[in-house]
């Protein structure tokens, strides 16, 4: 009764337009008051600031400020340019680089709408004036900027593994293989689909420019080699990899490639800090909406429910992704998260399914939960940078939400594609 109450108010003022935070915050707090009277909320309120107070949670503003410096600067053009270099020649050579540069910005920012903002702002122009169609143009730039928050850093990585108390190092590299395959998938996919436009292949371009433009672009592709091999090398944990590479963006912005100004910055730090913010005020609301469910026992009910129905690991994870999916399309992914991990992962648990595993299979869904309406992030960044509208935008990126959507079955059913690099670095 008490879980029915809970996510009836939670859905009526979600009906009523109520944002999704809000919503979450105040359907507990009504909730826990007429169930179990005043004295609870003090005990919420407090679980609030505890459910903040957590170390790994510190690397998110510092991944947003890093990814905005990176943006704003002449980083992101500098990687389109170094990926044009050894893509652009093939059929739908530009469409390709704009995802391979995708899959590079996605390795230094954490953020998918960041990486669309940052790519597509670049190459939407360069795609069409090369005679591709605009919806083929913002189907890629939409669609790759998703991998943004699969391939580490991972914003949404750290917020599962904050919530579901695992290593945020292993759930990195567990993203670095899922990450590339899906986008290889999505190049394949915009190659053939060029081919059919009647696109040729040209020259590729000489070696010599091929080095040129890997110098211009060196000091933002060592952000990568900072982020990953920082972590991975045993220097600093993830929480100390994103101060550094928010102090080395900061760096080469301004003392290398001098193209922010320190003027500049206060719009840089105010946008991130805005950004920061929406974000920690959600984690807030969904921390208390899953601590209640806890304290009411709710994902234990839930475990018993799915034994009684006597589903297989196959069956289970089927109905996860379609349940992720649905609520891709309502709510925001840092919501889903915190909600959806402490009711399902205890009996992904129980199933024998490793929960780094599951945290990969999540953070796809939230993916794609980015490229479809009506709270698709993606969709509304790529709709501002393109003028296009958001109709036209769901539209085009349908081909490669369901190239993406064949990568979550694949990863979902086939672990090792997971698993293995985190073994093969880390062990078990």
């Known amino acids: 009764m008490v879980a029915g109450v809970l996510f009836g108010i939670f859905f009526l003022l979600l009906f009523l337009s109520v944002p999704v935070s809000v919503a979450l915050g105040a359907s507990t707090f009504i909730t826990s008051y007429f169930f179990e009277g005043p004295e609870s909320l003090i005990d919420l309120a407090s679980a609030v600031f505890s459910k903040l107070d957590k170390y790994a949670l510190m690397a998110i503003p510092m991944f947003i400020l890093a990814g905005n410096l990176l943006s704003k600067g002449s980083s992101a053009k500098r990687i389109v340019d170094f990926a044009k270099t050894f893509v652009g020649h093939l059929p739908g050579g530009l469409p390709i680089a704009a995802i391979f540069a995708s899959i590079i910005f996605a390795a230094v920012s954490g953020s998918s709408p960041a990486t669309v903002a940052a790519i597509g702002s670049i190459m939407f122009g360069a795609i069409t004036a090369a005679g591709y169609p605009k919806s083929y143009a913002v189907g890629t730039i939409t669609a790759s900027g998703s991998l943004g928050i699969l391939i580490p850093p991972s914003i949404v990585m750290i917020i599962y593994g904050v919530t579901a108390e695992v290593s945020i190092g292993k759930l990195f590299i567990a993203g670095i293989i899922p990450g590339l395959l899906i986008g290889f998938m999505l190049m394949a996919v915009t190659y053939i689909g060029a081919k059919r436009l009647g696109f040729k292949k040209t020259t590729p371009a000489p070696w010599r420019e091929k080095w040129n433009k890997f110098k211009e672009s060196f000091w933002a592709l060592m952000t990568i080699v900072i982020i990953i091999g920082g972590i991975y090398g045993g220097v600093f944990t993830p929480t100390e990899a994103a101060a550094v590479s928010a102090v080395w963006a900061l760096f080469i912005a301004i003392f290398i490639y001098k193209d922010i100004k320190i003027s500049e910055l206060k719009i840089v730090f105010l946008e991130s800090a805005k950004t920061s913010a929406m974000i920690m005020f959600i984690i807030a609301n969904a921390s208390v909406f899953a601590y209640f469910l806890t304290l009411e026992n709710i994902p234990q009910m839930l475990s018993d429910f799915v034994v009684q129905m006597h589903l297989n690991k196959v069956m289970f994870l089927v109905a996860v992704n379609i349940l992720l999916l649905i609520a891709g399309n309502f709510m925001e992914p840092s919501s889903i998260i915190m909600i959806m991990v402490p009711l399902l992962l205890p009996v992904a648990t129980m199933l024998g399914i490793d929960p780094i595993h599951f945290g990969v299979i999540i ?44 990568g979550l079955l694949l990863i979902t059913y086939i672990p090792q594609i997971s698993l293995w690099l985190p073994k093969v670095m880390m062990g078990k």
């Open 363 to 406: 953070t796809i869904n939230m993916e794609l939960g980015m490229l479809t309406p009506p709270v698709g992030l993606n969709l509304f960044v790529a709709s501002g940078i393109t003028g296009l509208s958001i109709k036209e935008v769901v539209k085009a990126v349908m081909p490669w939400f369901f190239v993406i959507f064949t």
